[in-house]
């Protein structure tokens, strides 16, 4: 489910004239479980005396971008690279001393790409360049003598000294930058106006490294010539810690009336207002929005802080995967780009109702429009599913059913991911009366027992429960109280029995949506969605009727009424003619 950084990436690195190519450059994409780290990339221009800057370069880059992945997720970009930069400058500073006079010494410059920014360290000639929208820029000073001797003139490099000054430098991506990291054999050679010309070339990221190393020596570079390339296509989305240290001690929005101006929007209607969360009707120029955030009450509320922030960040983490037409689409951004200074989310507006206003209005439900609800809630929860995502609160409040004839799932704020545990929030979380019997520790439906935690088949019951009560206008076990564990004591009805026109076929589906012991249900959101798909053409089985328990006066009486009947055929057997 995450999404990692799209990135067009083209290197070159030629000797030029020298014999030996002391230029080093890599690229280190993260793994599925190091997105959050980022991607870095590095370039290394070694110097020796004794043939030995190749190895420092080498190694410098290959120690960099080898562990980076590795440093503590909570260290800012900035701690892991001054952390494994000082422990290989340490021992390549001590290597030199050993073997002095043949010293081995490099320059470098590497960049960390990370939620939607990047941070540079730099040390040395090395150069970093960013091209925006036209315009370049250097982002890296120089760290040499006026004069060059030995080492290339260099006053900082690494290997040079026992401890290492690296300059440090961060800044704001955005969609199409390009950064481009220059050795000296490059950015020594060509001159301004043959930068501009070739970084406004059109062309891809390899074509522009190549373009830029073959520009250098054909200008007369004696020196090795390396650059490397990184175009940004796509930006990653930010993880979930860094959501929470953007918005952690944002104030909440001040209440707010029809016609107030607030950061740039214009405040239609308050929508809903349930003591935690309020929800207003905003719109930008013709855009219409929902702008959630927290009551008064709870502006110092630090787990609904934690949730609402969790729910922003998880929609708009979803938008890039195929649940995306399902989902409502969050802006953790305002209308007009800037960073909100409130805390709160701002969601698509969708006209139409939640299948809670359907009820409340009394409206009829067909099966066929209830079918066609449950096909489209388990497509989108398949999805999800497929991706470690489980809703947790599923209920007709939560299924909205728009105009355009979508349904959508709203409200991520319990919801639990995979790779994010911060937004757990409540052991319980979610509708009493949808929680499936396990997470209550029932066992089988009857066993009661440790409590299970949430998983993809809590959906799945809780669905079958909201599809049932459209059927019905009824809960199949009554409204359930936290801990009231006595409502699973026996299946419920068939929904056919409140809705004679409920077929038996769907009756089937539901008693197996919502059956008391686990192993009767669905195993997945796929198997669910084929047993309404065949429906009346392959009508699904229904479970078998268990057996009712007699009851034992009932077994008392029996007997003794077949005793009584056995002594009345003896005694006319032989009464006496």
């Known amino acids: 489910m995450h999404m990692t950084f799209q990135l067009d990436i083209g290197y070159c690195s030629q000797p030029?004239?020298?014999?030996?190519?002391?230029?080093?450059?890599?690229?280190?994409?993260?793994?599925?479980?190091?997105?959050?780290?980022?991607?870095?990339?590095?370039?290394?221009?070694?110097?020796?005396?004794?043939?030995?800057?190749?190895?420092?370069?080498?190694?410098?880059?290959?120690?960099?971008?080898?562990?980076?992945?590795?440093?503590?997720?909570?260290?800012?970009?900035?701690?892991?690279?001054?952390?494994?930069?000082?422990?290989?400058?340490?021992?390549?500073?001590?290597?030199?001393?050993?073997?002095?006079?043949?010293?081995?010494?490099?320059?470098?410059t590497a960049v960390v790409l990370r939620g939607h920014h990047y941070t540079l360290a730099h040390v040395g000639d090395t150069r970093a360049h960013l091209l925006r929208q036209g315009q370049w820029e250097q982002l890296t000073q120089d760290h040499v003598l006026p004069q060059r001797d030995f080492a290339h003139g260099l006053v900082r490099a690494v290997g040079l000294e026992e401890r290492l000054a690296v300059d440090y430098a961060q800044g704001a991506l955005q969609v199409g930058d390009v950064l481009i990291l220059t050795t000296d054999g490059v950015h020594g050679v060509l001159h301004a106006r043959q930068w501009r010309m070739l970084c406004q070339a059109q062309g891809t990221a390899q074509e522009l490294a190549d373009a830029l190393v073959a520009a250098a020596l054909q200008a007369?570079?004696?020196?090795?010539?390396?650059?490397?390339?990184?175009?940004?296509?796509?930006?990653?989305?930010?993880?979930?810690?860094?959501?929470?240290?953007?918005?952690?001690?944002?104030?909440?929005?001040?209440?707010?009336?029809?016609?107030?101006?607030?950061?740039?929007?214009k405040v239609s209607a308050l929508v809903a207002d349930n003591g935690i969360h309020r929800i207003y009707q905003v719109r930008a120029a013709e855009q219409t929005y929902a702008l959630k955030t927290l009551h008064p009450a709870r502006a110092h509320d630090t787990p609904q802080r934690a949730m609402l922030v969790h729910e922003a960040w998880l929609a708009q983490h979803m938008q890039s995967s195929p649940a995306?037409?399902?989902?409502?689409?969050?802006?953790?951004?305002?209308?007009?780009?800037?960073?909100?200074?409130?805390?709160?989310?701002?969601?698509?507006?969708?006209?139409?109702?939640?299948?809670?206003?359907w009820l409340d209005r009394g409206q009829p439900v067909s099966v066929e429009q209830c079918v066609q609800w449950g096909l489209q809630a388990l497509s989108a929860l398949a999805q999800l599913h497929r991706q470690e995502v489980v809703h947790r609160d599923i209920k007709p409040g939560n299924l909205h059913w728009g105009n355009d004839q979508v349904l959508r799932l709203i409200d991520l704020g319990v919801a639990l991911s995979a790779h994010d545990r911060e937004g757990d929030g409540p052991a319980h979380a979610g509708t009493p009366s949808y929680i499936n019997p396990e997470q209550w520790g029932l066992s089988r439906g009857a066993t009661l027992g440790a409590p299970q935690p949430p998983d993809a088949r809590s959906d799945l019951f809780a669905l079958g429960v909201t599809l049932y009560q459209m059927l019905t206008g009824t809960l199949p076990y009554g409204e359930v109280l936290p801990y009231q564990v006595g409502r699973y004591a026996r299946e419920p009805r068939p929904a056919s029995h409140h809705n004679p026109s409920v077929p038996h076929w769907l009756d089937a589906v539901l008693a197996r949506a919502i059956a008391r012991d686990a192993h009767e249900r669905y195993a997945s959101a796929e198997d669910f969605r084929q047993a309404l798909e065949r429906g009346s053409h392959r009508p699904a089985t229904a479970p078998a009727a268990r057996p009712q328990p007699v009851d034992a006066g009932w077994k008392i009486g029996l007997a003794v009424s077949l005793l009584l009947n056995v002594l009345l055929v003896v005694w006319l057997l032989f009464l006496p003619t």
Do not use: M
């Open 16 to 108: 030029g004239p020298k014999p030996v190519n002391e230029d080093f450059c890599a690229v280190r994409l993260p793994g599925a479980h190091e997105v959050e780290w980022g991607a870095i990339a590095a370039v290394a221009d070694g110097v020796s005396q004794g043939g030995h800057g190749r190895e420092a370069a080498q190694t410098t880059v290959h120690t960099l971008l080898s562990d980076y992945h590795s440093t503590p997720l909570h260290w800012d970009a900035t701690v892991a690279l001054e952390r494994i930069l000082a422990a290989h400058n340490a021992w390549l500073a001590g290597t030199n001393q050993r073997r002095a006079p043949a010293v081995g010494l490099t320059a470098i």
């Open 324 to 357: 995306a037409r399902h989902l409502v689409r969050a802006h953790l951004q305002r209308p007009d780009g800037l960073p909100p200074a409130h805390l709160y989310v701002l969601y698509d507006w969708h006209r139409g109702q939640t299948l809670q206003q």
């Open 220 to 265: 007369g570079g004696q020196d090795n010539a390396s650059a490397l390339v990184l175009r940004v296509q796509g930006l990653q989305t930010q993880s979930l810690r860094q959501a929470w240290e953007r918005c952690a001690h944002l104030p909440l929005p001040p209440p707010l009336r029809p016609g107030d101006e607030f950061e740039g929007l």
